[in-house]
Structure formats: C-alpha cells, structure tokens
C-alpha cells in the first residue's frame, strides 16, 4: 500500500512538471511567427528556437503518454470503482463527464488542424513561380522568406534607393540588407498585403524606369 502511494505521488509530481514544460512551450510554438520567418529572424523563446520547441514539446508529449499510463495503470481499479458509483447516483453527470472532455478535444484538434494549415499555406507560393515580364510583377513566398530588400530590386532590376524610398513613403522603414521576413515581422504586416505592396512599387518603378 505504501509502495502505491509513493508510485502515485511521484507519477502525479512526474505528470504536474511534464504538463508545465508542455504548456510552455506550448505557449512558445503559438507566439511563434508562422513559416520560416522564425529562422530568418533569429527568433526564440526563453533561449530556444522554433524547431528546438517543437522536439522539446514532442519528446516530452511522449514522456506524458508513458506518465498517463503508469497513472492510469496504478489507479484503474479505484477509477473503475469511482466511476461505477457514480454512474448509480447520476447517469446524467457521467455522461456530462465524458462529452465534455471529448468536446475539449475536438475543439483541439480544430486548432490544431487550424495552425498547421497555415503553417502549409505559407510554403504553398514556394512550389510555384511565375516568369516577370515588363508588365508583370510576381513575388514568390520564397522571396518573402528569404530575400533582403537589395535582392529583391535585383531581382527585379529596380533601383534599391527607389524602392527604400517607395516603403518609406509608406511609413516602412528598410536598409537594403535588411530581409523582407524581418521587416514584416517588425512592422506586424500582414504578408499577402505586404507582398502586394511590393508588387506594385516594383511595378511602378519599373514603369518610371522604362
């Protein structure tokens, strides 16, 4: 008996540090800028970088699988004994018992679905690129990820000066080695807005050019 109390205390104290770790960097993976801008940034979280998160918030999801099951095989037999008292007093609670949770992770796995959707939305655009003509101008995502501002005029044959001058008309301030990603992370911008905005200054700086 005592042996199965200290187990129990343990796996409880076990649980209670897993779940904390979990829920930090929980916390660091959403406050994390979506796609790769993390890595462009230099981003991190309490000294730990995007894809240091995930593996830590991974691993220890499956310290708590084993944590949950220690627990679950420890304390079945009274959890079984719990929970057919209760079902004899009140149907009703433990049916509310068990709906409840399963709602709680439906609603989870919503979110979840939701922040790995975009988090594949942003690498849609780098799988595809269009050829810039005179009159056309096409940003790609991987342009936005990766390009500093003196590449982006590069690539498009525009003046770098201009095109600093164009964003800081628009209340951007830029440098030319300064990357689109950390620009868009600093000034909170709205990336397809962003992109669009590039797109046409660029546009109307070719059309001065020419």
Same mark, same amino acid.
């Given at each position: ?23 930090? @960097?929980?916390?660091?993976?959403? /406050? ?19 894809? @240091? ?44 018992? /068990? ?52 590449? /982006? ?51 109307? /700086? ?5």
């Amino acid at each position: 008996m005592r042996a199965s109390a200290l187990l129990r205390g343990v796996v409880d104290l076990l649980l209670l540090i897993v779940f904390v770790a979990i829920a930090i @960097t929980g916390i660091g993976l959403y /406050l994390a800028p979506s796609g790769r801008i993390a890595d462009s940034i230099g981003w991190t979280f309490l000294g730990m970088d995007k894809d @240091t998160l995930t593996n830590v918030h991974t691993y220890l999801g499956f310290v708590m699988i084993g944590l949950v099951a220690v627990h679950l095989a420890v304390g079945f037999k009274s959890m079984w004994v719990m929970l057919k008292s209760a079902f004899k007093s009140s149907k009703v609670k433990v049916i509310a018992g /068990l709906i409840i949770p399963l709602l709680l992770l439906a609603g989870g796995y919503q979110a979840f679905s939701a922040y790995v959707g975009s988090e594949e939305g942003d690498t849609t655009a780098d799988s595809y690129y269009e050829e810039s003509t005179n009159s056309t101008v096409y940003i790609t995502g991987t342009m936005m990820k990766y390009y500093t501002v003196q590449e /982006l005029a590069n690539e498009f044959n525009v003046s770098t000066d201009a095109l600093i001058e164009k964003l800081k008309e628009k209340g951007i301030e830029a440098t030319p080695d300064e990357k689109l990603a950390e620009i868009e992370y600093k000034y909170d911008l709205d990336r397809e807005e962003f992109k669009a905005m590039l797109e046409e200054i660029i546009t109307e /700086l070719r059309g001065e050019s020419g």
